[in-house]
């Protein structure tokens, strides 16, 4: 039993660090969401709440703040707030409410703007709630708590979501091999482990991604210290645990089936325990054409920035064939050109071949 | 005007322990027709509201998620604080809580407020400027024995919760100049109004003088009798009192309102004149070990009722916002008030304020008759969703606002009936409430009627006309 609670337990110092990125994590989404908060917060632009509550059949279930205020300052107010919680872990101040805070908000985005929130993001929440179930103090050594053991089990999941879903391997012998080895307490054999895992995040091609799921293995790190003594933390074992229960079936449901999962399904999309990783953006550009009232056509392209990533990221969701999402650009940029009479949007692939997305007519 | 604007503290106390009942059993009639109202399945859910009104504002809770537990918790946690008022424990904080929690669920379903929530809405809003927890509750005993308890509250939040009630009943006067009260047959009109009017309307049916008379009477009391309210001396109030609790009462007797014959009384509690409780005895001992156990729970004592001038200023000229709006609002749907200026009429949304009081007036243009929703099952059968018919019956139900389980429905079938936007929702809910109760008979089509019988001018029924108002079909 012993080696058991060494095999999912954590290291107090590495914790501490870990919380410490995490902090930084949150500050560089809220800036990045920043970034296109009038596109993507508000009831103004092209995805009022109503659309995703009417195209995300999930986002109906999940906790969102943004969604008691379609006004765009709502919006930048929480972003701002996420910053701050994000400035509050690295300073190590108000650690557990910023903690609580922090996995809130970024739920909250995930619900709010689906299309645009990727994979770093989903995993990013989920870290949060497992350090908000850790001890409140980050003494050194050795501790165990429904937080560790989720931490423990996450860096497992995140590898198999990861190898089926996004690089689509069905290396299951591999797969086995890394669980056993990170869950082996033997400090040479677990390191190794953790150096595969973090291999196989370095070479997942997400830059976000990645850096979370580093992150998330930071605290399984073995040290000599952690050798010595074990505490265990059971304040919090009951709750803690139904979490990770829903967590781990809604895992489950991803990978072997949603029927697995049925009876927590709804619960786990609400506090956003639903794991599913999806592929990023090929990278096809989209145009948007205008033509006015006069016979003047502008036609431009989204660029290549960060920004424009998340907007486009968005727009591959959708499909063809959605005038949808015309309406709603039309709707954006009607408001500031009143001799707006056509917009339609169209993606370019690789090869150039224009698909026209929508089109929408005053 | 000391004299005119102060409020008793035992009187408060006692408001504040009815207004906790009210808000509990509110909350459990509320949970009788909780799918139907407050879920993603109601007939106005979420995805509804953003669509149909996307500018309001308002940080509603309700609107977090659509999960329904979520919801079933808010309406716990509301019914927590609301036997937290009752008892007194933490006041101020506890009834701000109180109307925060009353006004997002008032505007998680619009549809189904009655003016009574309105009432109730804006008593805790002034409420929460108010020390109404000075006396029997755990906050008053955790106080030190030696400290002074006054018995009276003098300042802005007394002003502005007498004004309140004044307001009520003036603003409805205004808005009662119209025809059919001035001619006498308001409460002809009223009691012949078959989705609100209950079997006991029969006993004033035929008398048409009678009928007439109150009609006359209702404008003259509510005219003169809130001056009674704020009488310095304590007879005229409380005869004031009394009548104003005896009219809502009778309203309650001929008419289905339900919770608007009760929230009144809470102001009238909270007008209590100090005499009346000088009566009381006093259980010194019953206090002191009551005051033993509430200091283990807490150590707290209630705010002063005296208020920063800031606040004095924003309380008072809330209440002339309240004025404008008073007079300004209109029964008629989608108008604007035009005593408002457009970049104010947020506060109403955000602090309840709407004093909409112009109720059963114009009563001619009242939607009269009864609602049918018929649909076609999947076997042939034919039923009614909504007053839950099987076979399906078009005929005059034996009593019209009893058709309906809950006292709440008549609003939204007016709204909804007025309202194209809504009508495919509302029928839409009906089909999975009975589709989810009845999974091998599912309804293949349905339609929304009204059998419309307005009552004409010279007391005759019309004879019935069904409309039909909205097709549903489930396309496999």
């Known amino acids: 039993m012993n080696h058991l609670y060494r095999s999912l337990g954590c290291d107090g110092t590495w914790l501490q660090r870990a919380e410490r990125l995490l902090g930084a994590l949150l500050c560089l989404y809220g800036l990045r969401w920043l970034l296109n908060a009038h596109y993507f917060l508000s009831d103004g632009g092209p995805l009022p709440r109503a659309c995703i509550l009417r195209d995300v059949f999930t986002s109906r279930y999940g906790l969102s703040l943004y969604m008691l205020n379609g006004f765009v300052y709502w919006g930048v107010f929480l972003l701002l707030v996420q910053i701050g919680c994000g400035v509050a872990l690295l300073r190590q101040r108000q650690r557990l409410p910023a903690i609580w805070l922090g996995w809130l908000l970024v739920l909250s985005y995930l619900v709010r703007a689906p299309w645009s929130a990727d994979n770093g993001a989903q995993l990013l929440a989920l870290t949060l709630l497992w350090f908000g179930l850790l001890h409140p103090d980050r003494p050194p050594g050795l501790q165990l708590s429904p937080g560790t053991v989720a931490l423990t089990l996450q860096a497992l999941v995140n590898v198999a979501v990861l190898e089926w879903f996004v690089l689509g391997h ?20 677990r390191g190794l482990a953790l150096a595969g895992l973090a291999w196989t995040w370095l070479s997942a091609g997400d830059p976000w991604l990645s850096a979370v799921a580093l992150v998330g293995l930071l605290p399984l790190i073995p040290t000599t210290a952690s050798q010595l003594a074990l505490e265990v933390h059971w304040s919090r074992w009951g709750p803690g645990m ?20 049925r009876p927590v399904q709804r619960l786990a999309w609400g506090l956003g325990l639903v794991q599913d990783f999806a592929a990023p953006p090929t990278p096809l550009t989209f145009e948007v054409e205008m033509v ?19 907007r486009r990221r968005h727009l591959l969701q959708l499909g063809t064939g959605s005038a949808g999402v015309a309406r709603s650009y039309y709707l954006l940029y009607a408001a500031r050109r009143r001799r707006l009479r056509v917009l ?3 993606s370019l692939n690789p090869a150039g071949v224009r698909v026209e997305l929508g089109r929408w007519n005053r | 005007m000391r004299r005119l604007f102060s409020l008793d503290l035992r009187s408060l106390a006692a408001c504040r322990i009815a207004t906790g009942l009210v808000i509990l059993g509110d909350l459990l009639i509320r949970a009788t027709e909780f799918r139907l109202f407050y879920t993603e399945l109601s007939i106005l859910p979420r995805l509804a509201q953003f669509e149909i009104n996307p ?4 940080p509603n809770l309700y609107h977090l998620s659509d999960l329904t537990e979520f919801k079933a918790l808010l309406f716990v946690l509301n019914g927590l604080l609301a036997v937290a008022l009752m008892a007194g424990y933490r006041t101020r904080w506890v009834t701000v809580l109180c109307w925060y929690f009353q006004h997002c669920l008032m505007t998680s379903n619009y549809l189904a407020n009655n003016g009574g929530d309105a009432v109730l809405s804006s008593l805790l809003f002034w409420s929460m400027f108010l020390p109404w927890g000075s006396y029997a509750s755990l906050d008053s005993l955790a106080r030190a024995p030696d400290q002074a308890r006054p018995t009276a509250v003098y300042s802005a939040a007394s002003v502005a919760f007498i004004s309140q009630i004044l307001l009520i009943y003036w603003v409805s006067v205004y808005h009662k100049l119209e025809p059919t009260w001035l001619s006498g047959q308001a409460v002809y009109y009223a009691l012949h109004s078959d989705l609100y009017s209950l079997p006991t309307r029969s006993l004033l049916h035929p008398y048409l003088d009678l009928l007439q008379f109150l009609s006359c009477a209702t404008i003259v009391w509510e005219t003169l009798g809130p001056l009674l309210l704020i009488a310095p001396w304590s007879r005229p109030r409380m005869l004031g009192l009394l009548g104003f609790s005896l009219m809502h009462l009778s309203f309650g007797f001929f008419l289905r309102l339900g919770i608007f014959v009760a929230t009144p009384q809470l102001f009238f509690l909270a007008l209590l004149p100090g005499a009346f409780w000088e009566r ?7 206090r002191e070990k009551a005051g033993q156990w509430a200091v283990r729970w807490q150590a707290w004592s209630p705010p002063s009722g005296q208020l920063s001038l800031e606040t004095s200023a924003l309380l008072l000229s809330l209440v002339f916002y309240s004025v404008l709006q008073g007079i300004g609002n209109s029964n008629i749907r989608g108008r604007q008030n035009p005593l408002i200026p457009p970049y104010l009429r947020w506060v109403a949304d955000w602090t309840g304020l709407n004093q909409r009081w112009a109720v059963f007036v114009n009563l001619p243009t009242l939607l009269d008759g009864w609602a049918l929703v018929e649909a076609q099952l999947r076997d042939g059968t034919r039923v009614d969703l909504f007053q839950e ?4 019956d078009p005929a005059k139900p034996a009593e019209v606002s009893r058709a309906h389980k809950h006292f709440r429905w008549p609003t939204p079938l007016v709204t909804i009936y007025g309202e194209p936007a809504l009508q495919g929702w509302f029928v839409q809910a009906l089909v999975w409430y009975w589709n989810d109760r009845h999974p091998n008979r599912r309804v293949a089509r349905a339609r929304f009627c009204f059998m419309q019988e307005p009552t004409l001018a010279d007391y005759e029924d019309s004879p019935p006309r069904l409309k039909v108002i909205r097709d549903w079909t489930n396309y496999p």
């Open chain 1, 170 to 189: 069905s290396s299951e012998f591999k797969f086995l091999i890394l669980a056993v080895l990170t869950l082996t307490p033997h400090r040479w054999t």
């Open chain 1, 344 to 346: 339609s949007l169209s």
């Open chain 2, 55 to 58: 500018g309001f504002s308002f």
């Open chain 1, 242 to 261: 139904l979490l990770v229960f829903v967590w781990i079936s809604a895992s489950a449901g991803q990978l072997f089936g949603s029927y697995v999962a």
């Open chain 1, 292 to 310: 006015f009232s006069q016979g003047a056509v502008v036609r431009w392209r989204q660029g290549h920035d960060l920004a424009s990533w998340d």
């Open chain 2, 280 to 286: 009381w005895p006093d259980f010194p001992r019953l």
């Open chain 2, 389 to 392: 018919t099987d076979p399906f």
